[in-house]
């Protein structure tokens, strides 16, 4: 069952997802989440889910666990790979400790056993929608910083990369086989495209980016001017 509302709302509102195979449940749930001003959208299946949705969509999903074609484990595990940012609740009429053992496991942000409080419920969901929106802030922000890493010259991101590992001018000069005077040049062009002004906001533009990365801060820069 699709969505029935012919309008979509922005790409930056969070969505309700809602997947279970019950169209009683389906209904109430999209009842009590509207009724406190939240764009929802019903699923009656995982497969039914993927086809139509927008990994650029923040949001969060309630996802019951036995369905047909396309089960809550089973959808779970094809968005670690394709929305790991989505916030994930299963709501189980069959919950078990070795049920909410591996959903969690997996990642899930909250395992709800039914008959649950719809207070508690929309409590939980506002948390969900809340995480779901801070991490759509921070990948929009990450590809933003990404696009303008992509207008440096090859010359230019050399002398980001030594910048970074804490190098000067004269160091850097030398390593590259050209002037300080040039480097000081090119990191004059880095910091107008890159709209920064010293090598600890350059280092944090870096994190962002790519948390996972060590992104090493030498004695000659951090605190200095870009």
């Known amino acids: 069952m699709h969505p029935s509302s012919s309008t979509k709302p922005?790409?930056?509102?969070?969505?309700?997802?809602?997947?279970?195979?019950d169209d009683a449940v389906r209904t109430s749930l999209r009842w009590l989440l509207e009724s406190v001003g939240h764009p929802v959208e019903v699923f009656r299946n995982g497969r039914e889910f993927l086809d139509s949705h927008d990994p650029e969509q923040p949001g969060c999903l309630l996802l019951d666990i036995r369905m047909p074609q396309m089960g809550g484990f089973e959808l779970q595990e094809v968005l670690r790979a394709t929305s790991p940012e989505l916030p994930i609740l299963f709501l189980s009429g069959h919950g078990s400790i070795p049920m909410s053992v591996r959903a969690?496991?997996?990642g899930a942000f909250d395992f709800i056993e039914k008959p649950f409080s719809d207070q508690a419920?929309?409590?939980?969901v506002q948390d969900a929608i809340n995480l779901a929106a801070e991490l759509h802030r921070q990948q929009r922000h990450a590809r933003l910083m990404k696009r303008q890493l992509a207008t440096l010259s090859p010359r230019e991101r050399e002398v980001l990369d030594l910048l970074i590992e804490g190098l000067s001018s004269r160091e850097i000069g030398e390593e590259l086989g050209i002037s300080k005077k040039t480097v000081e040049v090119h990191r004059c062009r880095i910091r107008e495209k890159l709209g920064i002004d010293s090598v600890a906001e350059l280092v944090r533009m870096m994190i962002h980016i790519d948390p996972q990365a060590a992104v090493p801060?030498?004695?000659g820069g951090p605190g200095h001017r870009l």
């Open 10 to 21: 922005p790409s930056h509102t969070p969505v309700v997802f809602v997947v279970d195979d």
């Open 104 to 106: 969690m496991r997996s």
């Open 121 to 124: 419920l929309l409590d939980r």
């Open 217 to 219: 801060a030498g004695g």
